[in-house]
């Protein structure tokens, strides 16, 4: 099972900046899809981003041209940088892993990190 841990999350205002950092405790190189998803209070988890091994990326709309994921296989770590933020961007924020095979799928989820945008 793949460990994550995310960090980096805080309280910033709005139009403000954060990177978060998820660390795998395995080489990630390997890892099939790697994301961010993001929960607010009273509402469903939603995909913020991801990148694949290969390193294609998709983004929510909601946050496309604001939001960059990058992927370090050397350091096993996936980032995502927050500009412009919004204050509907509070939420919790969950690194995700996507492994395994086609006939034994696993997914790893973080602790979760708090990001919180004040007006």
């Known amino acids: 099972q793949v460990q994550l841990v995310e960090s980096g999350g805080g309280l910033v205002q709005v139009g403000g900046s954060l990177r978060l950092s998820c660390a795998a405790s395995?080489?990630?190189?390997?890892?099939?899809?790697m994301g961010w998803y993001r929960q607010a209070p009273g509402k469903q988890r939603e995909l913020v981003a991801t990148i694949t091994r290969g390193g294609s990326t998709d983004y929510a709309d909601s946050v496309k041209g604001r939001f960059t994921i990058s992927r370090d296989n050397a350091k096993n770590t996936v980032d995502l940088q927050m500009n412009s933020l919004k204050p509907e961007d509070t939420a919790v924020y969950y690194c995700n892993a996507k492994y395994g095979t086609t006939w034994s799928p696993l997914v790893s989820w973080g602790q979760g990190t708090q990001v919180t945008v004040s007006s």
């Open positions: 395995v080489n990630i190189f390997g890892i099939n899809v």
